[in-house]
């Protein structure tokens, strides 16, 4: 474990963040707040590489370039 540091936060995020270390079954709450780091980042993958989807269409024959 890299070294440790303080990060003040209120009661009521504390609260939510105990609330996902259940959820995501997290020994701690850095794991819970990596968890999250990590499907966020997904998230704007996904997002990034997934911009075309549903505007694709498959080739057809008359995509192909032999006539021209």
Known sequence: MS???????SKATLSELE???E???ARSLD??????IKRHRLQLLQGTLGA???KI???TEEDRGEDR
């Open 23 to 25: 959820q995501l079954n």
């Open 31 to 36: 794991d819970a707040i990596r968890s999250l």
């Open 19 to 21: 609330k996902i270390r």
């Open 52 to 54: 075309d989807r549903g």
């Open 57 to 59: 269409k498959p080739f």
């Open 3 to 9: 070294s440790a540091t303080t990060v003040k936060v």
